[in-house]
């Protein structure tokens, strides 16, 4: 699988715009100069904000070079007020960036819950993805983020649109150890054993790195035991490889192939042993390892 992939900033710093209290201050005096910007300062254009939303400007006007919005740069900075208030202002939840960011999917890869919430009730798709071909819920997937997979899956966001190389959210909760994500992606209805471009499945991400909680989530959830990926190698090699006691067991309770080898004739038992994984080799063996 290729490295994790988040989105950047283009490295400018950005102000914080200012909430509820202070658009109020400025209705009183709207010739107090504290306004604050809502784009980087980078850009020599400094947004009054209040005056956007009073005066009936266009809340969504987009910078030239990377089209992002208000409601984005309020949405990257978690500013949960001037979402709210953009968002009444009919500013548009799905309007992209030039690379198909939406305030939805930074808000999900940023893990600010609340943002999220008031993009999906203003009507965001649940499903937008980048040109990269990321998702919301396959970023909050890959981060952790449970509270937000369950209001992304509740949204209606789609378990298994894979990304690029062809890893789901479910592989990718599965590589990373995220037990209570891989449980809700399940109940969702994911697909147990969609693989990746070279055939690695859920189960075998979680066994080679010895999430022994995912690996029983996904047995119960008939995950293929057997399953090879394009080497030949199966969950059990893996495991075994690496000395994962606890799980090399479950496989094994689960009736894994115990001699099944990989695409050069190497088995789990051999790769144990190589690897002196003496408890291993020894459970191996107890199986009915021979090879």
Not at 10 to 21: E, L, N, T
Not at 43 to 56: D, N, Q
Not at 223 to 247: C, E, F, K, R
Not at 279 to 291: C, H, I, N, P, Q
């Amino acid at each position: 699988m290729e490295p994790d992939r988040s989105f950047q900033s283009d490295g400018s710093s950005y102000a914080r715009p200012f909430g509820p209290a202070d658009c109020s201050a400025i209705a009183r005096d709207p010739l107090r100069p504290t306004f604050q910007p809502v784009v980087p300062f980078s850009v020599i254009i400094v947004v009054p904000f209040c005056l956007i939303i009073s005066t009936g400007a266009d809340v969504n006007a987009t910078r030239e070079e990377n089209h992002t919005t208000a409601l984005f740069m309020a949405s990257l900075d978690n500013h949960a007020d001037v979402v709210r208030l953009l968002l009444e202002a009919t500013a548009d939840a799905n309007a992209a960036t030039k690379n198909g960011v939406t305030s939805l999917l930074i808000a999900s890869e940023s893990g600010h819950a609340e943002v999220v919430k008031l993009l999906l009730e203003a009507g965001a798709h649940p499903n937008s993805a980048a040109k990269s071909s990321f998702t919301p819920l396959y970023l909050s997937s890959q981060n952790g983020y449970v509270d937000m997979v369950e209001v992304l899956l509740e949204a209606g966001a789609n378990p298994n649109i894979a990304v690029e190389y062809d890893v789901t959210p479910l592989l990718m909760a599965s590589q990373k150890g995220h037990v209570n994500i891989v449980r809700l992606l399940l109940e969702a209805k994911a697909e147990v054993n969609a693989a990746d471009w070279k055939k690695g499945t859920p189960l075998y991400m979680a066994a080679q790195l010895g999430h022994t909680d995912v690996v029983k989530l996904l047995l119960g959830a008939t995950a293929d035991v057997d399953a090879a990926n394009i080497d030949g190698a199966t969950p059990l090699y893996l495991a075994s490889q690496n000395g994962h006691i606890d799980v090399v067991k479950l496989l094994l309770d689960a009736k894994a192939d115990v001699d099944i080898a990989d695409n050069d004739g190497i088995t789990a038992l051999f790769m144990a042993s190589r690897n002196q994984h003496g408890e291993v080799v020894r459970l191996l063996k107890e199986y009915g390892a021979d090879k």
